[in-house]
């Protein structure tokens, strides 16, 4: 599977944005699509995922309430749209699929950069 991540972008604090990737090749009811994101100088950090099904979601406590995932299976695109943006959300985002397990991603997009001022 093939990852192409787009819609970040310069954002005042408070604003929005939503950021879609794009996947190619087949999914599977079971796959899971994940978006990560790493600020400058720090480590990569789980944001959220789905299940391909739409069975199953899951956030991160800090944007829980703020960003929402979704995803369209005819388009084979995940979203995020993301809601009362901080300067802290300020990072690369990159969205990764895995094939069974939410925490075991194989592939990666290209990333995304959200920069959110104050």
């Known amino acids: 599977v093939q990852l192409q991540a787009s819609g970040g972008g310069l954002v005042q604090a408070g604003g929005s944005l939503r950021l879609s990737c794009a996947a190619s090749?087949?999914?599977?009811?079971?796959?899971?699509m994940g978006w990560f994101r790493q600020a400058p100088g720090k480590e990569r950090e789980f944001v959220a995922t789905?299940?391909?099904?739409?069975?199953?979601?899951s956030y991160a406590n800090s944007v829980r309430g703020r960003f929402t995932i979704s995803r369209d299976n005819a388009k084979k695109m995940v979203y995020l749209q993301m809601n009362g943006l901080k300067p802290e959300d300020t990072a690369v985002y990159y969205c990764?699929?895995?094939?069974?397990?939410?925490?075991?991603?194989?592939?990666w997009g290209q990333g995304t950069l959200v920069t959110v001022s104050s």
């Open positions: 990764a699929w895995a094939m069974a397990r939410a925490t075991e991603y194989g592939s």
């Open positions: 090749g087949r999914l599977f009811s079971s796959n899971w």
């Open positions: 789905i299940m391909w099904s739409g069975h199953s979601i």
